[in-house]
């Protein structure tokens, strides 16, 4: 069975940090390409980070550039996603995904469509 498990959420004050991870079961994570995505309410969900090419290039939106940082531990079978420098607009339910396809169109990664499997989501609160 095709697992992904989400934690590391939490309350955290502006300017402050968290790490996500992601451990997958249930399927050869290392082909797989993985991304991290978040969902507040009443909003659509959007796409924070991605791998989604065989040289590992990582894709951010503007919004969350330069202070969200995406890595990958083959070995362990887990994503990450490292958050520095929070603000209150971070506040979400965050979703790790995997998918099976692999792309040079970086952009596509960033989109919800484009994977086959995600976790169960984990909640940030930025406070301000």
């Known amino acids: 069975e095709v697992q992904l498990q989400a934690s590391g959420g939490g309350l955290v004050q502006a300017g402050g940090s968290l790490r996500l991870s992601c451990r997958a079961s249930?399927?050869?994570?290392?082909?797989?390409?993985i991304g991290w995505f978040r969902q507040a309410p009443g909003k659509e969900r959007e796409g924070v980070a991605s791998?989604?090419?065989?040289?590992?290039?990582?894709s951010y939106p503007d919004s969350v550039k330069g202070r969200f940082t995406i890595s990958r531990d083959n070995a362990k079978n887990t994503m990450y996603l490292q958050m520095d420098n929070l603000k209150p607009e971070d506040t979400a339910l965050y979703y790790c995904?995997?998918?099976?396809?692999?792309?040079?169109?970086?952009?596509?990664?960033?989109?919800?469509?484009?994977?086959?499997?995600w976790g169960q989501g984990t909640l940030v609160t930025v406070s301000s």
């Open positions: 791998i989604v090419s065989m040289d590992g290039t990582t």
């Open positions: 995904a995997a998918g099976v396809t692999l792309t040079t169109n970086h952009a596509v990664g960033l989109r919800p469509g484009f994977y086959d499997y």
């Open positions: 249930g399927f050869r994570f290392d082909d797989y390409v």
